[in-house]
């Protein structure tokens, strides 16, 4: 935006009465879940609608976030970008019908979490171009959140997560804490290259103020990189093709396996009965030091032995993190029924080769009676675990979850021993 246009913009954005709608991307376990999370606890938020969208047959992002109220929408008919024109609209004729009629509070701003792997594009397209959406919300930005640790290698090989930064209104970088600074001067180079523009803001766990987020104005393509207007007129053209030009087959194709690249794949692995948590960290990390590179992103809810709490579990490539209980088991299908569920997010890995983390739980299961496998003398995999409750006892001895392990130093969060 130019200076003689920024009087006008200024007015229309006084005069604009259309709600506000945020979208909140980014790839892959980056962060979003988190951030949004803590951006609802603020007092400014409570007129907020949030749409959250997931990818993978079952949707454990909602049960992530503390406030579950009717503004909070499920768009679970698959990716948001390949089923923009279906969920997404609903959604949003839905809320504003609802808050016209007085049903639900009014509505002052709107968030939707997209997955990790859509292309923003779509959504803005539809924001800006489907008539009842454009004549009551208007896209106040885009903001992509990216993972300080991964992000490098995920721009590499994802047309998606380049296509999230070169969007952005704002970067927020999480994990800084777990990120080394020659890691970080390698990331910013690349975001200078792909979004010179985009202010970028260091968040730790996605504690945020509302105000660093929003209010970026009405989204345009000035001022960005020439790729973004370009890919912007081509969506437009492709969403303004009549039904049976050809393009239907050709939209279906390009957004849906196709467009998130044959070799990426999502299932769910289920456990029907109670793991010990010591045979479940273990066959866990192996997974994640066999396969990691090949592994998008785990998340899921597992019932642990001896713990009435569902542990929920998140991992992105090689790295697990932390793990947290949820007060409660949520109370919806299909979680109602406390199975222990994972969602795999995969490229070019089979399911079977996953489900060989059964046989891992049985193989340790059975050398260690009580469920207290012991590996080489270190009950944890050594790139990752999985415990609990961490307590330092010596300056290389640390109990985790209660079993002294010596010969370790952590290192954000993960076991590495000493060699
Ligand atoms: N150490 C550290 N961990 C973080 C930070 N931000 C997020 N995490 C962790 O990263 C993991 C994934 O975070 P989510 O918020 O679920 O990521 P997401 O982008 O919503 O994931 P998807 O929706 O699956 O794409 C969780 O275990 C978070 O606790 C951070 O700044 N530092």
Request: hydrophobic share 40%.
């Amino acid at each position: 935006m130019n200076n003689e246009t920024q009087p006008y913009h200024d007015l229309m954005a006084q005069t604009d009465r259309r709600i506000p709608v945020t979208l909140l991307t980014g790839f892959l376990g980056a962060g979003k879940t988190t951030l949004l999370n803590n951006l609802l606890q603020h007092p400014e938020m409570a007129g907020a609608a949030v749409l959250i969208n997931e990818f993978g047959e079952v949707g454990i992002d909602h049960h992530l976030v503390d406030r579950v109220d009717e503004t909070m929408m499920i768009l679970d008919s698959g990716c948001i970008c390949c089923s923009v024109q279906g969920d997404l609209v609903k959604a949003l004729r839905n809320l504003a019908q609802r808050s016209s009629m007085r049903e639900i509070p009014q509505v002052s701003r709107v968030v939707i979490e997209t997955t990790g792997l859509a292309d923003p594009l779509p959504v803005i397209s539809t924001l800006t171009q489907e008539w009842f959406v454009a004549a009551r919300y208007q896209c106040d930005g885009v903001i992509t959140v990216v993972d300080a640790t991964h992000a490098l290698q995920q721009l590499d090989q994802h047309r998606e997560a380049v296509r999230q930064v070169a969007m952005a209104d704002r970067l927020l970088i999480t994990k800084c804490d777990l990120a080394n600074t020659t890691g970080r001067a390698a990331l910013d180079g690349r975001l200078d290259a792909l979004n010179p523009g985009a202010p970028r803001i260091d968040v730790c766990r996605g504690r945020i103020s509302p105000d660093a987020l929003f209010g970026c104005g009405i989204y345009s393509t000035g001022g960005r990189s020439t790729n973004v207007a370009a890919w912007l007129g081509a969506e437009q053209m492709r969403a303004q093709k009549p039904p049976g030009a050809g393009t239907a087959a050709d939209h279906a194709a390009d957004h849906s396996h196709g467009h998130h690249g044959d070799s990426v794949s999502s299932f769910v692995i289920s456990f029907p009965d109670p793991v010990a948590w010591y045979s479940f960290a273990v066959a866990m990390g192996r997974i994640l030091q066999t396969h990691g590179p090949k592994i998008l992103r785990v998340k899921g809810l597992m019932n642990i032995m001896g713990d009435p709490l569902p542990r929920v579990i998140h991992c992105v490539q090689d790295v697990a993190y932390p793990p947290v209980s949820l007060c409660t088991w949520p109370a919806q299908s299909p979680f109602a029924d406390h199975h222990g569920r994972l969602v795999f997010i995969v490229r070019d890995l089979n399911r079977e080769e996953v489900e060989a983390i059964r046989c891992g739980f049985s193989a340790v299961q059975n050398s260690a009676p009580g469920g207290r496998p012991t590996i080489a003398g270190c009950p944890f995999p050594t790139r990752c675990w999985l415990a609990h409750n961490v307590s330092r006892v010596g300056s290389s001895a640390f109990k985790l979850d209660g079993w002294e392990v010596q010969g370790i130093r952590l290192r954000s969060n993960r076991a590495v021993p000493i060699t």
